[in-house]
């Protein structure tokens, strides 16, 4: 009933959404700065390609097939922070979009909300198991 991966996906999950909200932050703020590359936040399409299977994974070699499999093909990837190859570049070096950003800002805080959402409804079905049900 309960899923594990579920709840590491959704702590990943909050844990992209608050470094993609210091990053965004970090851009307005030095949105007058000569030469500042703005910084984005990948999480996404790395989760979706771990949970196609299209991410290469490594695990042990088992010499034996009764030997217990590990290796890192169940984790969840962690967020990254990259620069936006497309971004246009003004004239002072810097290559800021106040307004894509502020747009972004406002797409990631219901993003954020929505993963609280889920967490918390994760644990309240916990607690309600744990408490029996309401019994």
Partial sequence: MFNTDQ????????????LRQRTIA?????????YFKSKQVVFEELLQQ????????????????RHIPFGNGSDV???????????????NGNDVD?????????????WYNGLV???????SKLRSVIDGGGR
């Avoid at 970090?26 to 000569?34: C, F, G, V």
């Avoid at 990837?77 to 004239?91: G, M, R």
């Fill in 117 to 123: 959402q889920l967490t918390n409804g994760y644990f």
């Fill in 77 to 91: 990837p962690a967020p990254q922070i990259v620069s936006n190859p497309n971004a246009f570049v003004q004239n």
């Fill in 7 to 18: 709840l590491r996906i959704l702590e990943r999950s909050l844990d992209a959404s608050m």
């Fill in 26 to 34: 970090n851009n307005i703020a030095n949105m007058d700065t000569p």
């Fill in 50 to 65: 771990e949970l196609n299977g299209t991410t290469p994974t490594l695990s042990a070699y088992r010499t034996d097939p």
């Fill in 98 to 110: 106040v307004e894509y950003e502020m747009n972004r800002l406002a797409k990631n805080q219901i």
